[in-house]
């Protein structure tokens, strides 16, 4: 089964067709940089630049930075505040021209290590923590994962995704180990309160973990994703494959209710 991922990123978009079966990419990835917030019409244009690109008829699966309730897209911390109760499905599938499935970044990144990845095969508790523009985060056990807004909680005074995002490494130009000294606190206290067995870090500073797991301190055992910053990509596309068929022309906005 082939499916049309697409990653929605706080600096970029990034797709590429995968075959679910396996979890590889069936093209190179293409990647559209959007450095300043788009809004939802401005977004969407991307999105069927992405599909366009592709000539892509079939299964699409949009990973989002945000809580996804159904079709609706409830938060927007890092993307435009526009999006905030948008019904996202509705509006990429227009875009798409065709039905998108649509799901939380961090799950469908979540969904890829599990399957293919840093997870697959292990049934206990897993967290797992995407540090980009900000931290997606997700709650795995026996295999369900759960998606979390864990990069919100409180810590030193505000949102702790303002202190130990990947883009605060680079916006503050923190070193490694100072850098690692905040996120190793912040991972004491989701370790406190959840017990994970395994942490999975994802995004793309997890392809540089050498630089910094040396300063972590966990109790679980602390592991890189595998997909590196591909994992949205292909657990879009897993998603688009379990998701998919409960998406009617209706809902997307393709098609007419039966008379």
């Known amino acids: 089964m082939k499916a049309l991922g697409i990653d929605i990123g706080g600096s970029s978009l990034k797709a590429a067709p995968v075959d679910t079966r396996t979890g590889e990419l069936l093209a190179d990835r293409y990647r559209v940089a959007t450095p300043e917030k788009l809004t939802p019409a401005q977004m969407a244009k991307v999105v069927a630049e992405l599909v366009r690109h592709f000539s892509w008829r079939g299964l699409v699966g949009i990973g989002f930075p945000g809580v996804i309730h159904g079709p609706l897209i409830r938060t927007s911390a890092n993307l435009h505040p526009a999006f905030i109760g948008c ?8 875009a798409a021209g065709q039905p998108v499935a649509l799901t939380n ?28 523009t900000g931290v997606g985060s997700i709650l795995v056990y026996r295999g369900v994962v759960v998606p979390c807004e864990l ?10 995704e303002k202190s130990v995002a990947a ?3 680079k916006a503050k130009h923190l070193s490694w180990e100072h850098w690692a000294a905040r996120l190793d606190r912040y991972l004491r206290i989701l370790e406190n309160g959840l017990w994970p067995e395994l942490i999975i870090i994802g995004g793309g500073v997890s392809a540089k973990h050498r630089k910094f797991f040396k300063y972590l301190d966990t109790r ?31 809902q997307s906005g393709l098609g007419r209710p039966a008379q």
């Open 105 to 132: 970044d961090a799950a469908a990144a979540g969904m890829a290590e599990m399957t293919f990845g840093a997870g697959r095969g292990f049934a206990g508790k897993v967290l797992m923590l995407t540090l980009g």
């Open 87 to 94: 019904d996202g499905v509705r509006l990429f599938s227009r």
């Open 220 to 250: 679980a055992r602390i592991v890189p994703a595998e997909f590196f910053n591909e994992a949205g990509i292909v657990g879009a596309a897993l998603w688009a494959v379990e998701a998919g068929d409960e998406i009617s022309p209706v």
């Open 151 to 160: 990069g919100h909680l409180p810590f030193k005074g505000r949102d702790a």
């Open 167 to 169: 883009s605060v490494r």
